[in-house]
């Protein structure tokens, strides 16, 4: 009897793989093939940027061509992410087939006029939409469709990143503060590599980074130096209060110049406005685009905030205050890569103000302002080991941990429930 039960049981599994196999195919081999369309015209518009400083001057007209293009077509895709995580909350009206080809051309004109903002939302966004027509298409059940939404948002994050298994714990952590449900587990992390793996079959390459330091410390299991320990945390607590201060100065300007402006289309104006001021009063574009690549030898960008004199004492305010700006008034993109800058350049500087190491202090801003703004400590934990090894795996879950206290109850995704 027993035995009969186990092989009934293990018969269910396998025909619960094989269903949910054939359902996160589709969604993840399209979502990595947009992915990758989507990287590769990033790519291609930062160096036409480059090459067209001028551009910049345009910014405010793009701005006003963005918000034309949601305000006539988007229907409800102006919610973005929020609302994927809403669908996946409480499935309502849906999420329009259209969110993610106008979230991947808006994003584009973002980067090729200037503006500071990201690319996880994109992408998240291309696989949210791609998994609602989906479940529209196979007619699922509402409990399926909150799987598969879930799965279009691990097939994204994965693949924009290149980091599978960060995008499958992104998916399941990113919706709640403090609880995870696990039954989409399997499913989120199926989509997540696939999607991965076809991205990368597309020629795309993301960019590597490195942490030479090596820990001399003996103590314990982990090896690990106390002295450096404290300073982690101490560390990890500005990364956790600068997360909370973008997500509010992000959440505040676009409040504050939507009550100022009532004509709604000059916000996006305004903002254009100001990031053309900011970048001639400061007489760098460092705090445009990505900041991944830089325009000359010297620019600050993310990797160079990995060495020592990389960065400037306030880069990580600067890239804050342009990319706040940018999201805050209508642009488009995401927010998690110039997080990524963010807390590398604020790593770099907290690295030299404590006689710490530079590459490990910056590895640790990269992942741990990122748990603070988005409350997900335990994926950012496993992007650190994803991204820079597992070597300093003790001193990754210390920073992402503690960062996500000092954080604050609020992020940058207003639909997380708490």
Request: aromatic share 12%; glycine share 14%.
């Amino acid at each position: 009897m027993k035995q009969s039960r186990f092989s009934f049981e293990q018969f269910s599994i396998l025909a619960y793989l094989g269903r949910w196999t054939l359902l996160v195919l589709p969604v993840a081999l399209t979502a990595g093939s947009l992915v990758a369309l989507f990287l590769w015209l990033l790519d291609k518009v930062t160096l036409l940027r480059f090459a067209n400083p001028w551009l910049l001057f345009l910014l405010p007209l793009a701005g006003v061509l963005i918000y034309g293009t949601y305000r006539y077509f988007g229907k409800n895709s102006e919610a973005g992410n929020n609302l994927i995580i809403d669908e996946i909350h409480e499935p309502g009206a849906g999420i329009p087939a259209r969110m993610g080809p106008l979230v991947l051309v808006t994003t584009v004109l973002t980067h090729l006029f200037g503006g500071s903002a990201g690319r996880e939302g994109t992408a998240v966004q291309i696989g949210g939409s791609l998994a609602q027509w989906f479940a529209r298409t196979f007619k699922l059940s509402q409990a399926d469709t909150r799987t598969l939404l879930m799965t279009g948002v691990a097939a994204g994050f994965g693949a924009v990143f290149g980091t599978p298994v960060t995008g499958a714990i992104f998916a399941l952590e990113v919706l709640a503060l403090g609880r995870m449900q696990y039954d989409a587990l399997l499913p989120c992390f199926m989509a997540s590599v696939l999607a991965d793996i076809v991205c990368g079959a597309w020629g795309i390459h993301h960019t590597a980074y490195h942490i030479s330091f090596a820990d001399t410390g003996t103590t314990g299991f982990l090896q690990f130096d106390l002295v450096l320990l404290i300073k982690v945390i101490v560390a990890a607590a500005v990364f956790g209060f600068v997360g909370m201060g973008f997500a509010q100065l992000s959440h505040g300007i676009k409040r504050i110049s939507n009550r100022l402006i009532p004509n709604k289309w000059l916000v996006p104006v305004a903002g254009g406005i100001v990031i053309i001021g900011l970048t001639y009063v400061l007489g760098t574009r460092d705090y445009l685009g990505l900041g991944v690549t830089g325009e000359i030898g010297r620019s600050v960008t993310i990797p160079s905030c990995f060495h020592p004199g990389g960065a400037g004492y306030l880069s990580w305010f600067w890239k804050l205050l342009f990319t706040a700006i940018t999201l805050g008034t209508g642009f488009k993109g995401g927010e998690v890569t110039p997080l990524f800058f963010i807390g590398a350049a604020l790593g770099n500087t907290l690295a030299i103000l404590g006689g710490a190491p530079v590459d490990l202090m910056a590895g640790l801003g990269f992942i741990a302002v990122f748990a603070g703004a988005t409350k997900t400590p335990l994926a950012c934990t496993l992007m650190g080991i994803e991204l820079f090894g597992g070597e300093h795996v003790l001193y990754y879950a210390v920073a992402c941990f503690t960062a996500f206290y000092f954080s604050g109850q609020s992020g940058i995704y207003t639909a997380q429930r708490k």
